[in-house]
């Protein structure tokens, strides 16, 4: 365990489905993050939230909406999804003045 | 952010250290380099970090050129578990890191 914990850590979901996926930190980190990584492809960032508030959406659709409650979690609601959403969807957080990034295992999506 | 530049691929013996370069030209004063590397289908896992500085823990060794245009990660004694996607990341003042493609090490018996 890495102190960053990702649920579920495998999700299929049909394109008319509603889900969301949680990220969870007890690192005292004020910074998390969701990238997404296609197979073959980079990480791509999708948002970032610093204390809580959203700095960065990197032109993310809005079928993928996050939210962040407290500086421990962070969640991404799914909704009406593609096929070519299927994806890694990794967590991350840091303590900002540091950026040294702590991933979660992440969550396997596949959109059916 | 700068941008890097690595090998799409390495080879390394068992036991040989691993050599990694990266490129970074357009660094400016503020920024760091930074390392990860991941395992297939695991998430990224932070190496170590540098600004100006050679640095030393203990997974690696960082040594950054003294114009700061380039870097090396230094894998001592490579094992069957170092193969993986290493990332070399230039960040300074912004929250987000931007990863590329990073080099694929394959390490073998």
């Known amino acids: 365990e890495t102190g960053v914990t990702q649920t579920p850590r495998h999700l299929v979901m049909g394109m008319t489905n509603k889900k969301s996926l949680k990220c969870e930190q007890h690192?005292?980190?004020?910074?998390m993050y969701w990238y997404k990584q296609s197979a073959k492809k980079p990480l791509e960032l999708m948002f970032v939230?610093?204390?809580?508030?959203?700095?960065e959406n990197n032109s993310v659709p809005s079928r993928f909406s996050p939210e962040c409650p407290n500086s421990s979690h962070l969640f991404l609601h799914l909704h009406t999804l593609q096929p070519e959403d299927s994806a890694l969807y990794l967590c991350?957080?840091?303590?900002?003045?540091?950026?040294?990034?702590?991933f979660g295992s992440g969550t396997r999506l596949t959109v059916v | 952010d700068a941008k890097t530049t690595q090998p799409t691929s390495m080879d390394c013996a068992e036991g040989r250290a691993a050599n990694l370069p990266c490129n970074h030209s357009?660094?400016?004063?503020?920024?760091?380099v930074y390392w990860y590397r991941q395992i297939h289908s695991q998430g990224p896992q932070y190496i170590i970090h540098?600004?100006?500085n050679n640095e030393t823990n203990e997974m690696a060794s960082l040594i950054i050129t003294e114009d700061r245009k380039s870097s090396t990660l230094i894998l001592p004694h490579a094992t069957l578990r170092d193969t993986a996607v290493y990332y070399c990341?230039?960040?300074?003042?912004?929250?987000?890191?931007?990863f590329g493609k990073g080099t694929s090490l394959l390490v073998t018996p």
């Open positions: 991350a957080s840091s303590q900002e003045t540091r950026r040294g990034y702590t």
């Open positions: 690192l005292g980190h004020n910074a």
């Open positions: 939230y610093s204390l809580e508030e959203r700095v």
């Open positions: 357009t660094i400016s004063g503020n920024e760091y």
């Open positions: 540098g600004l100006k």
């Open positions: 990341i230039v960040g300074g003042s912004g929250y987000a890191l931007n």
